[in-house]
């Protein structure tokens, strides 16, 4: 998608067209591999280093370690390359992530203060801003691990 609309009048001012949720969950897997993104609800104008650190994020990282954490920083050193960041936007890698936990909260938050408009229960709002914040200090945490292997 961040190909086709590079230096697309879609894409606007900003570099592509983001899905803006390329977590796990909008993904549909066929034989246990990933197929196809889903659910563009959220799609519009936007750095593609947005979307990286959100998959990066939402694939790679969990403060549950359910990988060791090296193994979490070598995955999201996985995604740079796959992607073909450059240096530049490798090295600014976690501090889009970070950000990207950061906008995770404002986002329901803003539901939490409007719950007539929430697409979900009051109940898992609460968790999803928890689980941002968690996930949050965790990389804010760790991060010269995960800066380490991404120069």
Same mark, same amino acid.
């Given at each position: 998608?961040?190909? +086709?609309?590079?230096?697309?009048?879609?894409?606007?001012?900003?570099? $592509?067209? =983001?899905? #803006?949720?390329?977590?796990?969950?909008? $993904?549909?897997?066929?034989?246990?591999?990933?197929?196809?993104? %889903?659910?563009?609800?959220?799609?519009?104008?936007?750095?593609?280093?947005?979307?990286?650190?959100?998959?990066?994020?939402?694939?790679? !990282?969990?403060?549950?370690?359910?990988?060791?954490?090296?193994?979490?920083?070598?995955? $999201? @050193?996985?995604?740079?390359?796959?992607?073909?960041?450059?240096?530049?936007? &490798?090295? +600014?890698?976690?501090? =889009? !992530?970070?950000?990207?936990?950061? &906008?995770?909260? &404002?986002?329901?938050?803003?539901?939490?203060? &409007?719950?007539?408009?929430?697409?979900?229960?009051?109940?898992? !709002?609460?968790?999803? !801003?928890?689980?941002? @914040?968690?996930?949050?200090?965790?990389?804010?945490? #760790?991060?010269? %691990?995960?800066?380490?292997?991404?120069?």
């Amino acid at each position: 998608m961040h190909d +086709a609309t590079r230096g697309s009048d879609l894409a606007g001012r900003y570099d $592509v067209v =983001c899905h #803006h949720d390329p977590g796990p969950n909008n $993904v549909v897997f066929q034989n246990g591999l990933p197929a196809a993104f %889903i659910d563009f609800a959220e799609a519009a104008p936007g750095s593609r280093l947005e979307d990286v650190a959100y998959l990066a994020w939402t694939w790679s !990282i969990s403060s549950k370690e359910s990988l060791p954490l090296p193994r979490q920083a070598e995955q $999201v @050193r996985i995604v740079a390359d796959a992607y073909g960041l450059e240096p530049s936007e &490798r090295h +600014a890698l976690v501090d =889009c !992530i970070l950000e990207r936990q950061e &906008r995770n909260v &404002r986002f329901w938050a803003d539901f939490q203060a &409007r719950p007539e408009t929430a697409p979900a229960t009051t109940s898992q !709002i609460a968790d999803r !801003i928890e689980w941002s @914040r968690r996930e949050h200090a965790y990389l804010f945490t #760790h991060r010269d %691990i995960f800066d380490l292997v991404l120069t």
